[in-house]
């Protein structure tokens, strides 16, 4: 079968690895009919930050991470040691050091406060983190969307029940079940971060939604790999996420 023409990509977290994301998107190949979207979390850990803003910036409609949150928390009037010092240990060194004399130019992080907290593509939702299954939609907040982690990966049932939700934020290895370069599948939902900056995997995922195909880059072994989405998923318990 031959993929479609006009194709909907989701690409995971990439905290500055600049270099594995232009190999990614090399070997996805968008044309101009093609969708292209980002999860957020562009930013800290990795060496390449500010490089990684500009190109998303100026080409892709991209999703507001809990990384881009803090970094526009530490810029705002209220923040306090405690949440400066929570972002440099974060990787805000590492994307402070990306850019120009550490200075974040204004372009930046005015782009990151206009970033949505999710997407809504009909059959798809993006959303970075996953949602609070008790709230009601109108009612999450942007903590929640950016943050939330077991209490989204242990629904019993799909949030939604005509759309597949999209996340990245949590690295897939670390829920039960899943090895390392796995997408996690759970009820109505996958998260396709899979640890692009963590040395126990490397890889860095762009979704191919609409031929369920997953492009893969280890950003530390420069291999590059694209596979069918059923040879690469494993199924999360969610009664195993609510006993860790």
């Not at 939702?125 to 929640?144: D, F, M, R, S, Y």
């Not at 860095?204 to 031929?211: K, S, V, W």
Request: glycine share 8%.
């Amino acid at each position: 079968m031959s993929e479609a023409s006009h194709r909907r990509i989701v690409i995971g977290d990439i905290h500055g690895h600049y270099d594995g994301l232009i190999k990614l998107l090399e070997a996805i190949a968008p044309g101009t009919s093609d969708e292209v979207y980002f999860l957020g979390d562009l930013i800290d850990r990795g060496p390449q930050s500010a490089l990684v803003v500009d190109l998303v910036k100026q080409s892709y409609p991209c999703l507001l991470g809990n990384h881009e949150q803090m970094l526009l928390n530490v810029l705002s009037d209220r923040a306090s040691y405690h949440m400066k010092h929570a972002w440099l240990q974060s990787g805000g060194n590492a994307t402070l050091n990306s850019y120009k004399d550490s200075t974040i130019p204004q372009s930046h992080w005015e782009w990151m406060q206009s970033l949505p907290t999710y997407l809504d593509l009909g059959d798809i939702w993006l959303v970075h983190a996953g949602v609070n299954p008790k709230i009601p939609l109108e009612k999450q907040t942007a903590e929640q969307l950016c943050w939330v982690r077991d209490e989204f990966h242990s629904i019993s049932e799909p949030y939604f029940p005509d759309k597949l939700i999209i996340t990245g934020h949590t690295i897939t290895f670390t829920l039960p079940g899943v090895n390392s370069g796995e997408i996690a599948q759970g009820r109505g939902w996958l998260d396709i971060d899979t640890g692009a900056y963590h040395r126990k995997s490397g890889w860095l995922t762009g979704l191919d939604i609409t031929n369920s195909l997953v492009y893969q880059v280890n950003v530390f072994r420069n291999a590059l790999r694209t596979l069918p989405l059923a040879e690469i998923v494993a199924t999360v318990n969610p009664a195993e996420v609510a006993r860790s």
